[in-house]
């Protein structure tokens, strides 16, 4: 099977990814290595924290450039988890208090905004399990039953598409939650499908085998 490198910034929970990966048969590198991830077919972005932070941690390890390289150029198919979606977003209104908008990446003609549920019993951050709702279909849920769309969310802040193209699936807590995006060879999960058991084991099973 061909490889595939597991980005490590220090911000995610790449241990539990790489795990998940192997369990579905491909070998898997955690790296920050421009090189390995060159050689890699498949390349998963995880992150886990403060947007700010893994914004500073992938410039300081020159990995915007690589991925820039390697995603848009080159094509090679990526997956975004949770933080790792959220970068690909033009910017992060996180820390507002800090006056200024947090760049990202800029793949996405998004912004990444704090959950505003109008519900009382609906506490922030969304924590655990949550059924998604297709807006489209993408080969990466192609083989999950709509009945088994069930997958483990932690976060405070999700990503609002300009394009509604772009996004695939949707969660409700109390409000559209934006839960999967995808445009080209790049696609991104809010929720964590190395934690979500079997429909997350098999979402990354149709990644690592999707040629866009």
């Given at each position: 099977?061909?490889?595939?490198?597991?980005?490590?910034?220090?911000?995610?929970?790449?241990?539990?990814?790489?795990?998940?990966v192997?369990?579905?048969?491909?070998?898997?590198?955690?790296?920050?290595?421009?090189?390995?991830?060159?050689?890699?077919?498949?390349?998963?972005?995880?992150?886990?924290?403060?947007?700010?932070?893994a914004?500073?941690?992938?410039?300081r390890?020159?990995?915007?450039?690589?991925?820039?390289?390697?995603?848009r150029?080159?094509?090679k198919?990526?997956?975004?988890?949770?933080?790792?979606?959220?970068?690909?977003a033009?910017?992060?209104?996180?820390?507002?208090?800090?006056?200024?908008?947090?760049?990202?990446?800029?793949?996405?003609?998004?912004?990444?905004?704090?959950?505003?549920?109008?519900?009382?019993?609906?506490?922030?951050?969304?924590?655990?399990?949550?059924?998604i709702?297709?807006?489209?279909?993408?080969?990466?849920?192609?083989?999950?039953?709509?009945?088994n769309?069930?997958?483990?969310?932690?976060?405070?802040?999700?990503?609002?598409?300009?394009?509604?193209?772009?996004?695939?699936?949707?969660?409700?807590?109390?409000?559209?939650?934006?839960?999967v995006?995808?445009?080209?060879?790049?696609?991104?999960?809010?929720?964590?499908?190395?934690?979500?058991?079997?429909s997350?084991?098999?979402?990354l099973?149709?990644?690592?085998?999707?040629?866009?």
């Open positions: 099977m061909p490889g595939v490198a597991i980005i490590d910034y220090g911000m995610g929970n790449v241990r539990s990814v790489k795990n998940a192997e369990c579905r048969g491909y070998d898997a590198v955690i790296t920050a290595d421009a090189a390995q991830i060159a050689d890699a077919s498949h390349i998963i972005l995880p992150g886990v924290g403060a947007f700010e932070s914004m500073i941690n992938l410039r390890g020159n990995l915007i450039e690589t991925l820039e390289g390697s995603v150029r080159q094509g198919p990526m997956l975004g988890i949770c933080l790792g979606m959220q970068v690909l033009k910017g992060s209104t996180e820390h507002a208090e800090s006056r200024r908008e947090h760049q990202g990446f800029g793949w996405f003609d998004a912004d990444v905004v704090r959950i505003e549920t109008v519900r009382a019993d609906l506490k922030i951050p969304h924590m655990g399990w949550n059924n709702t297709k807006e489209r279909e993408h080969p990466i849920l192609a083989n999950i039953g709509d009945k769309l069930n997958f483990y969310f932690v976060h405070s802040y999700h990503m609002k598409c300009r394009n509604k193209a772009d996004v695939v699936a949707f969660a409700n807590y109390g409000v559209p939650v934006t839960a995006v995808a445009k080209d060879n790049i696609v991104a999960t809010q929720f964590h499908p190395e934690k979500s058991q079997d997350g084991i098999e979402l099973g149709s990644f690592l085998s999707w040629n866009p």
